[in-house]
């Protein structure tokens, strides 16, 4: 990798490099051609196609109906900035709120982090659906001031859909990892420097862990994208309802497969967009951080 | 340096305050913990509270029936096993044990015992697990939630085969895609693609591919095999649709647990490398010695959190075999969420998840215990 | 101010008062996604709240496969609207419950509904459908005539006998990947609905419905076990497709040429009609005690926790009237829950390319065990029909089907039923 002669052998072990990288890429890419290259096909011949090489191929019938199709079925511009809108709400303070805990976990000596942590890693396990009825009655006691005034319940609303998913233990475990890896002179020195530890969160942790935050972010928003189950059983009405929910308005009697097709095509834009970005950040930061490692 | 850290140290253990730096430290930790656990605690523990109570109740999701509190008896009915071992029939004039055409013993039926059989009170309801033969005898595990049994021991399979591979392959892929070359980051995003589309979509996708007439896998296989290949029933056949199930997950997962390895990686100074090549170390060297002691924790987080997502197996399940053939494919998050949801049933659904949990924590402590710093 | 101006505004007040007296019901419905149910349903809410002027309905629509939990969710926290809509076998559940109230129709109005479209609880009518769904045998005449297989009639359906020797002349034939395609991609509500009339004419049954307390002897019984033998040779011998079968055949399947006769419901009829020109719709084979379809579909009913029962009670009376249900009838292919109705559509009138389910809902529909436990018990035969399917011992299956069954109606104290 010096940086050095190019020979042949150089060379030879370049194009070894991308050729193992476009086998794997093939193998992970296939989904995303099937059903992209589905989405502009009619239902019968979609099906048809599903069972050879045709199905990555736009050949046969070739047209965008199902995505018009597909407006005409699902407000999906509603549908995707609901989505978009409480997922960046919860996104931004969660990765302020679950990083602060995980700097407090891995760096700051407290008595019970260690049996907290461990508890809280095991509620990852806990399944949604066990806890969904009553986190429901909950949230349904709950008081709220907004713009109607004072109010209990949270029912229909975007808050419910934010509030409850803005700390996760997921976010913090990760945090955590990351920050005990983090060299400890960092610390050290700022303490002598007579830094105060929130002033080391902020100042030496965040500006130095892009990767980690970038990683948090687009797990957090995977998850957060990809509700289903709580907003339908909090969100009565239709224009407070996510992406997610949207997929059930194909699956009819007849499921029209290539409309849901281009409906997921639609509904994946985002996220790519999204972690394409995180993808830029990611490597300013660590030019950063390279810096000051 | 180290010395002057050493002094310091020292200086900082000695200044007189109204609380001493390390009740300063612990506050502030508490502090910074706070806003996260208060919210994890509303949400998340205390419903999960409730869910531990249910189990101790006979709560149903759709009732005008009052609860009541039924001890633990949700949770024995999970967990009843016997053992139970049968003679075969003997015949009526040679008092020889009898044979059927096919020269295998003949036992009384196992029914007779275990549905409402007067004699045998201990017996009633529970259903054949496991049998074998020792002798003339043959021997049944009967437990009284087969389906539980199943689900239990699938998923514990399932977590020994994914975690350590879907790890050690995400670590790869990582690798491979931290190399500086041009157009990389095309690469990461093709990897990462499969995590990007949601897992119900992905395993809708995969019905197709698992086909057992016309799917892409077996249409694949008979390309590269020139058609010798025979078609296989993927999910329908018990014995290849756990397999399926699990080279699908790890399909799907993998790229996850590589952007977790690779931002492990980025945190690495580069400055280490740098030093280990001025001192010629080869790649293999560098990854032993720098690579792998600085992603210590990141493995550790990665392990368990692999393990716990595993333990979760469920949305692949419900889209693709839910449960079957023949419970090859059930697991413990499943059948909570069919019971609790699905069958109404909060109480059973809860006591599962709270074994679940139990299962978990102590699998947690445990990987922690054997990864723990040594100071 | 004039006299007259006063008089205008107090003429004004007094419109706007009565425009905004009308009070708000809110109804839910399945149907999100479906834009010709939705502009039906939308249809019959604008001509009932322009009739009247004391009630206007406000529709929220849901998808299908989520609206249960919606409706469940919404019943725990207190927010059922006034008019939900049900599935014809789980209503029970939910009248049992507390979530509905008896309808409050006027007397008579329902008498020449199909039995299958309304729904009774403990003697009273929770529910009314405008519609009912019928399942059918569909085939070609030629695939029939080519091989010498009798054509069935309602007077005369297969028998047992018949049904089977007709799937082996099928197979023989090695013209098809499979002669019967049952839908057995389609999990959840189909496995009950489409196939435990077969259990019900082979004898048998989910639930021992003169008690309603135990499924003993109903689901395991000899009967029930002759079911289960008949139904694993049929996937054993490769007569259909099991429990992997892959949406996509079963939707394109019949129409490919794949399968000989797809048992499959009216909803799925036209597509099959505009496959092919000699499409047949035939009875359900009679295995012993009938042939036997399911009944029930979705159907109107008001929650209990309405505050204006009389008012949803209203528009379901106004809903049920012949031209909506013939509207409904031929905007998604349903049968009109009314003779009268059907006379009116496209398809089930006389000589219509569908007027055979008529008879087929009229004459051998079988509602599913109306009870709470049917949410439970549809879930255990689900399960119980897909191990047979896949080798489990027959009898060793149905047991453990019936424990469960019991076990849960023991848990809910008999769901309201006594002995």
Redesign the interface.
């Known amino acids: 990798m010096t940086k050095g002669v190019k020979g042949r052998n150089y060379q030879l072990s370049i194009i070894g490099r991308y050729l193992v990288l476009i086998v794997i890429g093939l193998i992970f890419v296939f989904p995303l051609l099937f059903m992209v290259m589905s989405s502009l096909k009619p239902n019968m011949q979609l099906l048809r196609d599903s069972g050879s090489l045709r199905a990555f191929l736009p050949v046969g019938d070739i047209s965008f109906n199902n995505y018009i199709d597909a407006f005409k079925r699902v407000p999906i511009a509603r549908f995707m900035f609901n989505s978009v809108f409480v997922t960046i709400i919860t996104l931004v303070f969660g990765l302020f709120i679950n990083s602060l805990a995980g700097f407090a976990f891995a760096v700051l000596r407290w008595p019970g982090k260690n049996i907290i942590l461990a508890l809280l890693v095991a509620t990852l396990i806990i399944p949604f659906e066990t806890i969904a009825i009553p986190l429901l009655l909950i949230v349904n006691e709950l008081p709220w001031i907004g713009a109607q005034g004072f109010k209990i319940g949270w029912l229909d609303t975007y808050h419910v859909q934010i509030i409850p998913f803005i700390a996760d233990a997921f976010g913090i475990f990760l945090f955590t990892q990351f920050f005990k890896d983090l060299p400890k002179e960092l610390v050290e020195a700022s303490r002598i420097d007579g830094a105060s530890w929130f002033q080391i969160y902020t100042r030496v942790f965040v500006p130095i862990s892009g990767p980690v935050f970038a990683t948090a972010a687009i797990l957090k928003f995977l998850g957060m994208y990809n509700q289903f189950l709580w907003p339908l059983m909090t969100s009565q009405s239709e224009s407070y309802r996510p992406v997610m929910v949207g997929v059930q308005y194909f699956f009819q009697l007849n499921v029209a497969w290539g409309e849901i097709m281009a409906y997921l095509s639609m509904i994946t834009i985002p996220v790519l967009v999204f972690y394409l970005w995180l993808q830029r950040a990611f490597i300013e930061s660590i030019a950063a951080s390279g810096v000051k490692g | 340096m180290s010395d002057s850290r050493l002094e310091a140290r020292v200086k900082t253990s000695q200044s007189p305050h109204l609380f001493s730096h390390k009740q300063k430290e612990a506050l502030t930790g508490w502090f910074m913990a706070a806003p996260a656990l208060i919210l994890l605690l509303t949400f998340l523990i205390i419903p999960f509270i409730f869910a531990f109570y249910f189990s101790f109740t006979n709560q149903r999701l759709v009732s005008p029936n009052p609860t009541e509190f039924v001890g633990l008896s949700n949770f024995t009915r999970l967990l009843t096993v016997r053992t139970f071992t049968l003679e075969p029939l003997l015949d009526e004039t040679t008092k020889q044990a009898q044979r059927d055409e096919a020269g295998n013993l003949v036992y009384p039926s196992l029914r007779d015992y275990t549905r409402n059989n007067p004699d045998y009170p201990q017996l009633n309801g529970l259903r054949e697990w496991r049998s074998w033969q020792s002798g003339n005898k043959r021997t049944y595990l009967l437990a009284s939630d087969v389906v539980f049994m199943k689900a239990l021991v699938n998923i514990l399979l399932f977590v020994l085969i994914v975690a350590p591979v879907q790890a050690g392959l995400a670590l790869l892929l990582a690798l491979l895609i931290n190399q500086p070359l041009r157009g990389i980051n095309i690469f990461r995003t093709i990897y990462f693609m499969p995590v990007v589309i949601s897992m119900v979509v992905i395993a809708m996708l995969w019905r197709f591919i698992y086909d057992g007439n016309n799917g892409l896998l077996n249409t694949l296989l008979g390309y590269l095999s020139f058609g010798n290949f025979k078609p296989v029933d993927w999910l329908g056949n018990a014995k290849t649709a756990m397999p399926a199930v699990i080279i699908m997950s790890i399909w799907q997962a993998v790229g996850f647990h590589m952007v977790i390895w690779l931002s492990g990686l980025q945190t690495i100074p580069s400055v280490l490398y740098e030093a280990a090549s001025t001192e010629g170390a080869n790649n293999l060297q560098k990854f032993r010695f720098v690579t792998w002691p600085g992603l210590r924790n990141t493995a550790i987080f990665i392990l368990i959190i692999i393990t716990m997502q595993a333990f979760g197996l469920y949305t692949q399940i419900e889209v693709m075999t839910r449960g079957g053939p023949l419970d090859s494919t059930q697991t413990l998050v499943f059948q909570a969420v069919q019971r609790g949801f699905e069958k109404q049933d909060i109480s059973g659904g809860s006591a599962i998840s709270v074994l679940l949990f139990l299962i978990v924590l102590s699998v947690s402590l445990i990987q922690r215990y054997l990864t723990r710093e040594r100071r | 101010m004039t006299y007259k101006k006063l008089l205008a505004l107090i003429a004004t007040l007094f419109i706007f008062a009565t425009a905004s007296a009308q009070t708000p019901l809110s109804m839910w419905y399945h149907g999100?996604?479906?834009?010709v149910e939705k502009n039906i349903l939308n249809g019959i809410i604008t001509d009932f709240n322009a009739s009247q002027s004391d009630w206007k309905i406000e529709l929220?629509?849901f998808?299908?496969?989520?609206y249960n939990?919606?409706v469940?969710?919404?019943?725990?926290?207190?927010?059922l609207p006034d008019i939900i809509d049900t599935d014809g076998p789980v209503m029970p559940?939910?009248a049992?419950?507390?979530?509905m109230q008896p309808l409050n129709l006027a007397e008579g109005s329902l008498d020449n509904f199909l039995p299958g479209a309304i729904g009774n609880w403990e003697g009273q009518v929770y529910s009314v459908g405008l519609w009912d769904a019928a399942v059918a045998m569909v085939t070609r005449r030629s695939t029939l005539e080519d091989n010498g297989i009798r054509i069935p009639s309602l007077e005369q359906p297969w028998t047992a006998d018949e049904f089977n020797a007709a799937l082996e002349t099928l197979k023989a034939t090695g013209k098809y990947?499979y002669p019967l395609d049952l839908g057995m991609a389609w999990?959840g509500e189909w496995y009950p609905y489409a196939f435990s009339p077969f259990l019900q004419s082979f004898g048998g049954d989910l639930i021992d419905r003169s008690t309603f307390l135990s499924a003993e002897g109903a689901l395991n019984g000899p009967e029930a076990v002759a079911f289960g033998n008949w139904w694993q040779s049929l996937f054993a011998n490769d007569m259909a497709?099991?429990?992997?079968q892959?949406?996509?055949?079963r939707?394109?399947g019949f129409?490919?040429g794949k399968y000989a006769i797809s048992w499959n419901?009216n909803?799925?009829a036209l597509?099959a009609l505009s496959a092919f020109d000699d499409v047949l719709f035939l009875p359900a084979p009679d295995f012993g005690n009938g042939p036997k379809i399911g009944a029930a579909s979705w159907q109107f009913g008001v929650s209990a926790s309405s505050k204006n029962p009389e008012g949803a009670n209203a528009f379901i009376q106004f809903a049920i009237q012949d031209k909506y249900l013939a509207a409904f009838s031929n905007g998604i292919g349903l049968i009109p829950a009314t003779a009268s109705a059907a006379a009116m559509t496209d398809n089930y009138a006389d000589g219509g390319a569908m007027a055979v389910f008529f008879e087929l809902s009229k004459q051998q529909a079988l509602i599913r065990p109306p009870t709470p436990g049917y949410?439970?018990m549809a879930?255990v035969f689900e399960?119980a029909l897909?191990?047979i399917a896949?080798?489990?011992d027959v009898?060793?299956t149905l047991?453990?089907a019936v424990?469960e069954i019991n076990a849960?109606i023991e848990?809910?104290?008999g769901y309201g039923f006594s002995n």
């Open positions: 999100a996604g479906n834009e929220q629509e998808p299908q496969g989520a939990e919606a469940v969710a919404a019943a725990l926290s207190g927010s559940n939910w049992w419950s507390g979530y990947d999990t497709p099991g429990t992997s892959d949406g996509a055949d939707d394109t129409a490919d419901g909803w799925a597509g949410v439970v879930l399960k897909a191990d896949n080798g489990a009898q060793d047991d453990a424990d849960d848990k809910n104290k």
